[in-house]
C-alpha cells in the first residue's frame, strides 16, 4: 500500500444523526434507525415499565410492545411534543393495558391460584431489581416497591415518573395528558397513601 504523499493528511467525517433525522428515517421504515433508537431509549422504557409493573418478565414484553408501537405509528408523531414524551405515553399506556389484561385474567382464575404450595396465601409480589437502584438501597428500594404495588394505577405511574424517572410536573402533565395541578394532586394523594402504608407495614414489623 502506498503511503500519502507528504503534506496531505487523510481524514475521516464521522457523520452523527440528529433526532429528527433519526425519526425521519424511521418514517421511511429504515431499519438502521429503528435499531439506534431502540438502543438509545431502551433502558428508559425498560426502567418506567418495571417501575409501574414490578415484573421484569412484564416490563420486557413491554419494552418490547412499546417498540414495535413506535416503529408502526410513527408516522403519526407530529413533533408537538419531544420525542422522548411520546415514547413515555407509549410505554405508560402499554403498561396499564398490561395490568388491565392481568386483573381480567385474575378475575377468571381458580380460587386455588391465590395459594401457595403449602395453602399459604400468596400476599407480596416477587422481588425484584430495579436497574436504577444501587445495591445498598435494594432492601429499602424493595420495601418501597412494595408498597407502591398497593397505590391505585394513576397514583403509582405519576409517583413512578417523578420520583424514579425525575421527571417534572410539566413532562408528566404531558405524558399523561392532564393539567399540573392534576399532577400535583395524583403526586400529593401517592405521598399521604405510601405514607400511611410504610408506617402500617413497619408498626407490624415491629410487633413481631
Same mark, same amino acid.
Given at each position: 500500500?502506498?503511503?500519502?504523499?507528504?503534506?496531505?493528511?487523510?481524514?475521516?467525517?464521522?457523520?452523527?444523526?440528529?433526532?429528527?433525522?433519526?425519526?425521519?428515517?424511521?418514517?421511511?421504515?429504515?431499519?438502521?434507525?429503528?435499531?439506534?433508537?431502540?438502543?438509545?431509549?431502551?433502558?428508559?422504557?425498560?426502567?418506567? @415499565?418495571?417501575?409501574?409493573?414490578?415484573? @421484569?418478565?412484564?416490563?420486557?414484553?413491554?419494552?418490547?410492545?412499546?417498540?414495535?408501537?413506535?416503529?408502526?405509528?410513527?408516522?403519526?408523531?407530529?413533533?408537538?411534543?419531544?420525542?422522548? %414524551?411520546?415514547?413515555?405515553?407509549? %410505554?405508560?399506556?402499554? @403498561?396499564?393495558?398490561?395490568?388491565?389484561?392481568?386483573?381480567?385474567?385474575?378475575?377468571? #382464575?381458580?380460587?386455588?391460584?391465590?395459594?401457595?404450595?403449602?395453602?399459604?396465601?400468596?400476599?407480596?409480589?416477587?422481588?425484584?431489581?430495579?436497574?436504577?437502584?444501587?445495591?445498598?438501597?435494594?432492601?429499602? #428500594?424493595?420495601?418501597?416497591?412494595? #408498597?407502591?404495588?398497593?397505590?391505585?394505577?394513576?397514583?403509582?405511574?405519576?409517583?413512578?415518573?417523578?420520583?424514579?424517572?425525575?421527571?417534572?410536573?410539566?413532562?408528566?402533565?404531558?405524558?399523561?395528558?392532564?393539567?399540573?395541578?392534576?399532577?400535583?394532586?395524583?403526586?400529593?394523594?401517592?405521598?399521604?397513601?405510601?405514607?400511611?402504608?410504610?408506617?402500617?407495614?413497619?408498626? %407490624?414489623?415491629?410487633?413481631?
Amino acid at each position: 500500500m502506498e503511503a500519502a504523499p507528504m503534506g496531505l493528511k487523510c481524514s475521516f467525517k464521522i457523520f452523527v444523526l440528529t433526532e429528527s433525522e433519526l425519526i425521519g428515517r424511521l418514517k421511511k421504515k429504515d431499519r438502521a434507525a429503528f435499531k439506534t433508537i431502540a438502543d438509545t431509549w431502551q433502558d428508559m422504557v425498560y426502567n418506567t @415499565a418495571i417501575g409501574i409493573l414490578q415484573n @421484569a418478565e412484564d416490563a420486557e414484553d413491554v419494552t418490547q410492545g412499546t417498540f414495535i408501537q413506535v416503529f408502526e405509528s410513527v408516522s403519526t408523531f407530529k413533533g408537538e411534543s419531544k420525542f422522548s %414524551t411520546w415514547l413515555y405515553r407509549i %410505554t405508560v399506556s402499554k @403498561a396499564m393495558d398490561h395490568i388491565r389484561k392481568k386483573k381480567r385474567k385474575k378475575r377468571f #382464575a381458580f380460587i386455588q391460584s391465590l395459594y401457595g404450595k403449602e395453602d399459604k396465601p400468596v400476599i407480596d409480589p416477587p422481588d425484584f431489581f430495579h436497574p436504577g437502584v444501587s445495591m445498598e438501597n435494594k432492601e429499602n #428500594a424493595a420495601v418501597l416497591f412494595k #408498597a407502591m404495588k398497593q397505590l391505585p394505577p394513576n397514583q403509582n405511574t405519576a409517583f413512578v415518573l417523578n420520583k424514579v424517572e425525575g421527571l417534572s410536573y410539566l413532562e408528566i402533565a404531558d405524558i399523561l395528558k392532564i393539567t399540573d395541578s392534576a399532577v400535583d394532586a395524583l403526586l400529593h394523594r401517592a405521598k399521604a397513601n405510601l405514607k400511611r402504608i410504610l408506617k402500617d407495614y413497619y408498626n %407490624t414489623l415491629n410487633n413481631k
